[in-house]
C-alpha cells in the first residue's frame, strides 16, 4: 500500500483554500440561496481597491489641484474617466450589495451560535463601507461633495458631549475646506480600507470555520458534499466576472457626476446628504436631532447587533425567510414599512405647515422621545398580535425588522426624489 502525498498547492490555491472549506454541501452552491451577494461584495471591494490605486496616479490631494485632477481625468483619451467611473458606481454598489448581503444572512437563517461573531462583523464591516463612501464622497471637491460632507457633519455635531469635538476633529478646521479634504483622503485611502482588508480575511476564514454558508435541517442524514474546486470556484469566478462586465458597460455608458468647484459662499438648492444619509437627512426633518442622529441610529444598530443572540427568534435554516409563509409576512411587512413612513412623513409636513410652528411641549419632547415611545409601542404591539395570531416568534420579529428596514428604505426614497428647493415635500 503506497501513502499518498498530499497535493501541493501555490500561494494562490493555498490562500483559497484557508478562506474555504475543501467540501461544501451542495445545497448551499444554489444560486437562489445567497444569489452571490457575498462574493459580489468581495468582488467590488477588488475593483474598488485596484481602481483607487490607479487614480492615485492622476489625483491630487490638494485643494487647489483636486477638482481640476478629476476634470483632466476626462480629458483626451485617458482611460482615468472611465476608471473613476467604475470606482465611484462600484462604491455606491458595494453599499446596496452590503444591506442586501447582511439582510439576506438574517432572512435565511444563518444566525446560529456559530455564526454570531461573523454577524457582528458583517455589521461593522457594513458601517465601514458606509464611511468609506463618505470619506471618497468629498475627494473630488466639487459643490454637490462639498455641501453633502458640511451637512454630514453638521449632523455630526449633534451628537451630545463629543459631536462638535468630532466633527472638528474631522474637518480640521472650524469650517470644511483644505484641512478636510487631507483629513478624508488619508482616512479614504490609508485608515479604512487596511481594516477593510483584515476584516474581510477574518470574516471569510469565519464563514470556513461553520463549513460554508448556511444550509437546511437534515434530520440527521449527511448532506451531499461537492469539491470546492471546480463547482464552487466555476460559480464564483461567473459571478464575479458577470459582475465587473455589467459594472464596466454602465460605467462606459455613464459618467460618475460631477458638479461645478467646490465653493463655500454659494450653497446649492436643496444641500442633500450623500443618498445613503438622506433617511438621516430626513428623520433630521422630523425629530429632534439628538433623536435622529444618535438615538434611533443607536437603536437600529443595537437591534441588528442583538439579532443572534435572541433567543427562540432563529428562522429556519437554509430557507428563505422561513418558509412560504414567512415570505408572504416579510413582503407585506416590507412595504408596509415603506408606506408608513410615506403617510407619517406627508401627515407630519401637512401639520408642521397647518399650524405654522412644532407643539405647545418641549420639543425633545414633542419631536423626539414622544414619537419614539410611540413607534416602540406600536411595533411591539405588532409582534404581540401577531404571537396571537399564532404566527412563530422568527415570523414575529421578522416582520418587525423589516417593517423597519420598509420605513428606512421609505425615508430615503422621500429624501432622495421627492424633496425639492428648500427641502419642501412634493409627490407630484
Not at 298 to 307: K, N, Q
Not at 348 to 369: E, F, I, M, N, Y
Not at 406 to 413: A, N, P, R, S, V
Request: net charge positive; charged share 10%; proline share 5%.
Amino acid at each position: 500500500m503506497t501513502n499518498q502525498t498530499p497535493p501541493r498547492h501555490t500561494p494562490i490555491t493555498g490562500f483559497f483554500f484557508h478562506l474555504h472549506p475543501r467540501k461544501v454541501a451542495a445545497e448551499t452552491i444554489r444560486l437562489n440561496l445567497s444569489f452571490g451577494l457575498g462574493g459580489m461584495a468581495a468582488t467590488l471591494f477588488l475593483v474598488l481597491t485596484i481602481t483607487g490605486v490607479l487614480q492615485l496616479l492622476s489625483y491630487s490631494s490638494d485643494a487647489a489641484e483636486a477638482y481640476q485632477s478629476v476634470i483632466h481625468m476626462y480629458a483626451g483619451a485617458s482611460l482615468a474617466g472611465f476608471i473613476r467611473n467604475i470606482h465611484h458606481w462600484a462604491g455606491n454598489l458595494l453599499v446596496l450589495v452590503g444591506m442586501l448581503h447582511l439582510l439576506r444572512v438574517y432572512l435565511t437563517g444563518a444566525l446560529d451560535r456559530s455564526r454570531r461573531l461573523n454577524w457582528l462583523i458583517g455589521c461593522t464591516l457594513l458601517a465601514l463601507v458606509l464611511l468609506v463612501n463618505f470619506t471618497g464622497y468629498l475627494l473630488p471637491w466639487d459643490q454637490r461633495a462639498f455641501w453633502a460632507v458640511t451637512i454630514f457633519l453638521n449632523m455630526v455635531g449633534y451628537i451630545p458631549l463629543v459631536g462638535a469635538y468630532l466633527s472638528e476633529l474631522l474637518r480640521g478646521s472650524a469650517e470644511v475646506g483644505p484641512a478636510t479634504l487631507a483629513n478624508f483622503f488619508a482616512i479614504h485611502v490609508g485608515i479604512l480600507p487596511p481594516l477593510m482588508i483584515v476584516l474581510l480575511v477574518y470574516h471569510f476564514w469565519l464563514i470556513r470555520k461553520s463549513g460554508g454558508l448556511v444550509r437546511s435541517r437534515s434530520d440527521g442524514k449527511q448532506p451531499d458534499m461537492v469539491s470546492a474546486v471546480p463547482t464552487l470556484v466555476a460559480r464564483e469566478a461567473a459571478i464575479g466576472f458577470g459582475l465587473c462586465a455589467l459594472l464596466f458597460i454602465f460605467s462606459a455608458m455613464i459618467d460618475a457626476p460631477l458638479a461645478g468647484m467646490a465653493n463655500p459662499g454659494e450653497s446649492p438648492n436643496p444641500a442633500k446628504a450623500a443618498w445613503y444619509f438622506m433617511g438621516l437627512q430626513e428623520l433630521l426633518l422630523h425629530l429632534h436631532p439628538v433623536f435622529a442622529i444618535v438615538i434611533v441610529p443607536l437603536l437600529v444598530f443595537l437591534l441588528l447587533g442583538s439579532l443572534p443572540f435572541i433567543k427562540r427568534i432563529e428562522l429556519e435554516p437554509g430557507i428563505w425567510c422561513g418558509g412560504s409563509r414567512g415570505r408572504w409576512i416579510a413582503t407585506i411587512s416590507f412595504l408596509s414599512g415603506i408606506l408608513a413612513a410615506v403617510i407619517l412623513v406627508v401627515i407630519d409636513d401637512l401639520a408642521l405647515k397647518t399650524s405654522g410652528s412644532t407643539h405647545l411641549l418641549t420639543p425633545w419632547l414633542s419631536r423626539g422621545l414622544l414619537p419614539l415611545l410611540g413607534l416602540i409601542v406600536f411595533l411591539g404591539l405588532l409582534y404581540q398580535l401577531l404571537r396571537w395570531k399564532k404566527f412563530a416568534p422568527s415570523e414575529s420579529l421578522m416582520s418587525v425588522v423589516l417593517g423597519c428596514v420598509g420605513m428606512i428604505c421609505g425615508l430615503t426614497l422621500i429624501g432622495v426624489w421627492f424633496r425639492g428647493p428648500g427641502m419642501t415635500l412634493g409627490f407630484f
